[in-house]
């Protein structure tokens, strides 16, 4: 690998302003050329507290991130990832202690290594804030993706989220912490490329939406249409008695806001019940929807801030938008109005809902609320009223 002596002002700058050589054992700044093949490195670091290093070569450095809880093959798991000063390509195979009293003091070891490709412009994709890529390395594989959830300049640190996509590698926390199964270093203990030891049919491709395994054609009352610039939320009809009959459900009340989830190619836009856009206000939330898979649709829900109960706690929610603290919102999702270039207001509520299904163990969560009846059309359909909303189980706010 060639390398070169980085400048005064480039992009190691940081990396040397912050640490003395003649103390530390790590590798001094230089700047490599572009190579044909990416790598990747995880090193853990047991400074003074114990997180994981997750770094991308480009342009001859290694873009980097400190991750506390390490990656997890859910893409439930949103794992907190810090963005911090580019590291020189050589410190990928660094391993050894730090001295105390100095940047980073503690140990290091490389956790993983291999090679990474990204999906589109990794240059494009890391200044606006979306980095999407597949890693091929000894513990880690598959689709993954990086989202900076803060506006840079807002804060000190620059936060994002590490997760991982659903494709053929994704698997649930409960059953598998990569983490906790695969504590040790890769230089000490090499296990090889884990696409080998373990391969995966359809590997190498990105996986089909989450929902496709019901599709939209199949529901009664569907019919193809271009996605609608705006769509307004379906309201409900106060009724003063309890519905007879079977063609009603009964629906948690949350204590949120309305929102309303436009999906057009994959890119997410959160809008509220007044019309106002608010994806920049919670681009962690935007990055979890994206997950989902979902090409094209209307989704709607509602969010939420949970408190210490496990219930909806309003106040929570005004607060976290007034202390710029949004990546603890979750949404309830609980219709697709439009889904995959099908207009769905007549088919029944409950057929909807099926297309949610397949992404629930991943984004809905069952808080412990008031519940409440709500009148459906007496076909069980949901019908467009004059004003081309529909029929609704959810209390408007």
């Known amino acids: 690998m060639t390398t070169r002596k980085p400048a005064a002002d480039g992009p190691l700058a940081s990396y040397r302003r912050k640490r003395d050589f003649a103390r530390t054992p790590e590798p001094q700044p230089s700047e490599s050329k572009p190579a044909e093949r990416l790598s990747f490195v995880v090193q853990k670091h047991a400074a003074t507290r114990l997180h994981y290093d997750f770094r991308l070569e480009f342009d001859g450095v290694l873009w980097s991130w400190a991750v506390p809880k390490g990656p997890s093959f859910d893409p439930a798991e949103k794992r907190m990832a810090v963005h911090v000063e580019d590291h020189p390509v050589s410190y990928g195979s660094f391993e050894g202690t730090i001295p105390p009293k100095q940047y980073g003091a503690g140990h290091v070891i490389v956790w993983d290594r291999g090679t990474w490709e990204p999906v589109n412009d990794a240059r494009s994709g890391i200044a606006a804030g979306k980095l999407v890529f597949r890693l091929h390395g000894e513990k880690l594989a598959g689709l993954w993706e990086l989202v900076r959830i803060r506006k840079p300049g807002e804060e000190r640190q620059d936060p994002w989220l590490l997760f991982k996509k659903k494709d053929e590698w994704a698997r649930p926390l409960a059953e598998y912490d990569v983490v906790t199964a ?99 206000r919670m681009t962690s939330l935007v990055a979890q929807i994206e997950a989902m898979g979902v ?97 609704s189980t959810q209390r408007p706010r």
């Open 182 to 280: 695969l504590p040790d270093s890769v230089i000490a203990k090499p296990l090889g490329p884990i696409e080998q030891r373990e391969p995966r049919a359809g590997a190498g491709r990105v996986a089909p939406s989450a929902a496709a395994a019901l599709s939209p054609a199949e529901l009664e009352g569907a019919f193809k249409a271009g996605l609608p610039d705006k769509l307004s939320p379906q309201l409900a009809t106060l009724s003063k008695a309890v519905p007879t009959g079977r063609d009603w459900l009964c629906e948690i009340k949350f204590d949120g806001y309305r929102v309303m989830c436009r999906i057009d190619k994959g890119e997410v836009r959160l809008i509220t019940r007044g019309g106002h856009d608010w994806s920049e």
């Open 295 to 391: 090409g094209s649709g209307w989704l709607d829900g509602e969010i939420v801030v949970m408190n210490a109960a496990g219930v909806p706690d309003f106040n929570a929610l005004q607060n976290a938008f007034d202390a710029s603290r949004t990546e603890q919102i979750i949404c309830y999702l609980f219709d697709a109005p439009f889904f995959e270039g099908y207009d769905l207001r007549k088919v029944p509520l409950q057929d909807r809902r099926r297309l949610l299904r397949p992404t629930a163990k991943y984004f809905l969560r069952a808080p412990k609320a008031r519940s409440q009846c709500s009148k459906l059309a007496s076909s069980g359909k949901c019908c467009p009223s004059t004003k081309s909303e529909m029929k």
